[in-house]
């Protein structure tokens, strides 16, 4: 029988058992640099015993941020405080790795006063913000500056990276036929609609070496008629799997929405109660050799420990019940296994940073 404490490695990474704080954005930087709140946050974390941390998201260019508060990696002048950060993880034998970002249209801050890049002229769904079709120099802009956020997260101390190609941002956007409308080598067949995603990667693996972790975020599929569908998703992770991603987290795009949609079939899968992505995890997580990290709607320890013995699913990452309850795997650890404490309200994003209502200090 499989442990939830077992070590498991993603490349030259090794955590120290399988659970992963996925990335959760903080909105608790002003300038996107670190302070000694952030510190504490993260330290807090690594002490309540969590094998891999993801960061909360960064963008790698100045211009763009799809929300207040949110980390940068567009210049070197953020190594110094980032190094402090992994320092500190390091201290508690936790990893800690990088998630960067490109938002994209997904966004309604500060709509207007910069320029939005989106494969094409289709203007988000939720928010209805709409984008910039972006050159072909625009593109190789992005990927080169994804590329660069990597050099500078590796000579932070990070132990990987994450890209983000979920949550309908830029690359989400591209993979998906409802955003991607292009005509070019970037549009129409999933293979050119992989494109950018694969630029990204393999630009940044030049940069970083072999042996350094660069894992993905993906969405198992968009959820909606005329979008990324699962099979698509399939298709995508055994590709980045050959090219030689190191880790797959897969995710979906419920933002909050989760707990209503519990019970409902998506592209023949149904959202589970927990973990609610979980089934598309399965299915991928035979498909590939590479861990499949499953994300969303984690409560109990023992249905954890279930999917783990009765899947190919490696790891398993935690966002809101982490915000309720930073020592949530120590507490399990320990043998406290009562579920989590977060009812997933959603209520965690606030104007003055995100927090769990419950137990704000
Ligand atoms: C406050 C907040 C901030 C988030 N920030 C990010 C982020 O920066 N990057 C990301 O990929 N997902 C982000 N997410 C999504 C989570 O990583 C996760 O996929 C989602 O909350 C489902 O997991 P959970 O049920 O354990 O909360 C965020 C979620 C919340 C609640």
Redesign the pocket.
Same mark, same amino acid.
Request: positive net charge; charged residues 15%.
């Given at each position: 029988m499989k442990s939830l404490f077992d070590s498991i490695k993603i490349n030259s990474m090794i955590s120290k058992n399988r659970f992963v704080r996925?990335?959760?954005?903080?909105?608790m930087t002003e300038t996107g640099y670190m302070n000694e709140k952030l510190l504490s946050i993260y330290e807090e974390l690594a002490k309540g015993e969590i094998g891999l941390i +993801?960061?909360?998201?960064a963008n790698i260019v100045k211009e763009e941020q799809p929300?207040a508060g949110?980390f940068g990696i567009y210049d070197d002048s953020f190594i110094e405080g980032y190094k402090e950060l992994c320092d500190k993880v390091h201290k508690y034998d936790s990893r800690i790795v990088l998630?960067m970002?490109y938002g994209g249209t997904k966004t309604t801050y500060n709509v207007g006063e910069r320029i939005i890049f989106a494969p094409s002229n289709i203007p988000e769904k939720g928010t209805g913000t709409q984008g910039k079709e972006m050159t072909k120099d625009e593109i190789k802009y992005i990927v080169n500056a994804f590329a660069q956020g990597a050099r500078r997260a590796k000579e932070s101390g990070f132990d990987g990276v994450?890209i983000?190609g979920?949550?309908t941002?830029l690359i989400n956007q591209f993979l998906s036929p409802y955003y991607n409308k292009r005509e070019d080598e970037y549009g129409g067949s999933l293979d050119n609609r992989m494109r950018f995603l694969i630029e990204i990667y393999e630009e940044m693996r030049k940069v970083v070496g072999k042996d350094y972790p660069i894992l993905l =975020?993906l969405t198992s599929t968009d959820f909606f008629q005329g979008g990324l569908t699962f099979s698509e998703t399939r298709e995508i992770c055994k590709k980045m799997e050959e090219i030689g991603i190191d880790a797959i987290?897969l995710?979906?795009n +419920?933002?909050?929405k989760?707990e209503s949609l519990i019970g409902e079939s998506f592209d023949e899968y149904k959202i589970q109660n927990e973990g609610?992505f979980s089934e598309f995890a399965k299915v991928v997580s035979k498909e590939i050799k590479i861990p499949v990290i499953t994300?969303?709607?984690? =409560?109990t320890f023992e249905a954890t420990e279930d999917l783990l013995n009765n899947s190919n699913i490696e790891m398993f990452?935690?966002?809101?019940?982490? +915000?309720t309850e930073p020592d949530l795997i120590k507490r399990w650890k320990n043998g406290d296994k009562k579920k989590v404490k977060?009812i997933?309200c959603?209520k965690?994003?606030n104007k003055d940073g995100?927090y769990c209502i419950l137990i704000k200090r």
């Open positions: 996925s990335a959760t954005w903080e909105n +993801l960061t909360g998201y929300n949110m998630q970002a994450e983000h979920a949550h941002y =975020k987290e995710s979906g +419920l933002h909050g989760g609610y994300v969303g709607g984690i =409560k990452a935690i966002s809101r019940p982490l +915000l977060c997933r959603s965690c994003r995100n």
